[in-house]
């Protein structure tokens, strides 16, 4: 299935407490939960005012929905085609 990574604008998300943090985490499972296998959130990296998250999901439209359902921006969906890290220069 497809990588997206989704852009999630949260005006003050680096400072949310871990409390905070575990509650985001939970709407986003339960909601994850109600959709079935087509979707999977892998991870997410928390800046000062956005939000970064890894998902494999059969199409962008699951990613947007999952959005809807769980009350969270999606600013911006993009696959990702390709994965490079310093092993690819060799």
Known sequence: MPKYV????IPGAG?????ELK???QK???VLG???PQIQWLHSY???????CLYIAANEQLV?????????PANSVAEV???IDPGTAE
């Open 15 to 19: 400072k949310f407490s871990a409390e």
């Open 64 to 72: 947007r929905e999952h959005a809807a359902q769980g009350g969270f």
């Open 6 to 9: 989704i852009e999630r604008v």
């Open 28 to 30: 986003s499972c339960a």
């Open 81 to 83: 085609l390709e994965t």
């Open 46 to 52: 928390v800046t000062d005012d956005k939000v970064y």
């Open 34 to 36: 109600t959709m079935g």
């Open 23 to 25: 509650a985001i985490s």
